[in-house]
């Protein structure tokens, strides 16, 4: 006869919801969340399935005068690996006549942009599905100290995170793993990836807001670490017949310095939303043979213009991004100028319960596309049916790296 044995971590997942329930009832906590299933197929080969995933996702808050808190822990199960436990968000925020502090782990959303990231740099990105996740669950909570200082309808926001938090990338064998192209295989030393956490390595942002009858405006600045590793690339070279034997590549962080902003105002019936952001000191990997590590440092803008407009009850958005490298080299593998272009349309029907949309990528430079139309219906209260497609074209480029990928998805979800 089979023991049965129950872990720790298990028996603590199996308790969680009971003890939040009964802390709820007796002390007025209020508790919101949702459970949802997510199951995508892949529409080429043998349409294996590109995820299966159950979620628990649950909110917990209470407000008592000057204090509030918030806890958000959410379980990802998947049928062939281990379960994810974690915390999303778990913040204090203590209110003064002028003032909100807000201390512990917490998603900061800064910014203009649709699915893009320019000035909403504070919380790193969670890529494992390369951009596929809600957008609430791509950018990761971190730990940090904010402050708001209010001025009639200005706004001063300073955050400070005391440790260094990288992005996210799909594991090794995920579909999702982004190419690169090495001319021999490489051999990977992640010695030099290591942020000690330490006060002289923490990062600081700093935000204006104003909101104006003409104009909804933000700058921000801010001293941080690049979130995405810089790959340097030392090679061992043959002396007798010069040709590459080896080579090793180092993940490196580097320390950026930030400053820009965003902007939002009304014209007639459209909306002109601008954001942008001047990057100081980035890493760019270069053939130059001449560079021991094979990067160079550089300085880069990266911007947006949106316009939204209504027709026939039909929301429609369209922003053209442009990544720039100034003082631009021809060694630099990327593009001086990297271009792309999002185009969103939504319409609600019967009474707001039906939701179609569609949502577009598409990189000017090489061609590709992600495109991603999806239908959501209120099925009852609380209970939401979608049904979707993720679909890649091109073969080069951010989005023609995934032709391979295109799925179909539903997600059945109930939110309480």
Do not use: C
Request: aromatic share 16%.
């Amino acid at each position: 006869m089979k023991k049965f044995r129950l872990s720790l971590k298990a028996a603590a997942l199996l308790a969680l919801p009971l003890l939040l329930a009964t802390t709820a009832w007796a002390q007025s906590v209020s508790l919101t969340g949702y459970v949802r299933n997510y199951t995508g197929v892949l529409l080429h080969g043998d349409h294996e399935y590109s995820i299966i995933q159950n979620t628990f996702n649950l909110n917990v808050e209470q407000s008592k005068g000057k204090v509030a808190f918030k806890v958000n822990p959410y379980i990802y199960q998947y049928p062939d690996l281990p379960m994810e436990f974690k915390l999303r968000e778990a913040y204090l925020d203590i209110y003064f006549n002028t003032v909100d502090l807000r201390i512990g782990k917490q998603q900061i959303i800064w910014g203009k942009a649709d699915g893009v990231f320019i000035t909403d740099i504070v919380s790193p990105k969670d890529l494992s599905e390369f951009l596929l996740r809600d957008f609430d669950e791509i950018r990761m909570g971190v730990t940090a100290l904010k402050a708001d200082y209010y001025i009639g309808d200005n706004t001063f926001e300073f955050v400070w995170l005391p440790t260094f938090t990288p992005t996210v990338f799909p594991p090794e064998g995920s579909i999702w793993r982004p190419r690169r192209a090495f001319p021999i295989p490489p051999k990977f030393d992640y010695s030099r990836s290591r942020v000690t956490p330490s006060l002289e390595n923490s990062e600081v942002f700093g935000k204006f807001s104003a909101l104006t009858s003409l104009v909804d405006l933000e700058l921000m600045a801010g001293y941080a670490w690049d979130d995405d590793p810089t790959m340097h690339a030392v090679k061992q070279i043959d002396p007798a017949t010069h040709r590459l034997v080896g080579l090793t590549i180092y993940p490196e962080y580097h320390r950026l310095t930030i400053g820009g902003g965003s902007f939002s105002t009304t014209l007639g019936p459209f909306v002109l939303r601008g954001e942008g952001a001047y990057y100081h000191g980035k890493y760019f990997n270069s053939n130059d043979p001449r560079l021991p590590e094979s990067v160079v440092k550089k300085n880069y803008l990266h911007y947006l213009l949106g316009l939204d407009y209504t027709l026939w009850d039909i929301h429609l958005s369209g922003q053209f991004i442009q990544q720039r490298i100034l003082d631009y080299d021809d060694y630099i593998v990327q593009d001086e100028n990297t271009n792309m272009g999002t185009f969103l349309a939504s319409r609600d029907f019967l009474n707001e319960t039906l939701n179609l949309q569609l949502f577009v990528y598409y990189g000017f430079n090489n061609n590709d596309a992600l495109i991603r139309p999806k239908l959501t219906y209120d099925l009852a209260d609380g209970f939401e049916v979608l049904v979707g497609a993720n679909i890649f074209t091109g073969t080069e480029g951010w989005f023609g790296q995934y032709d391979n990928n295109d799925m179909i998805y539903t997600k059945l979800k109930y939110s309480f």
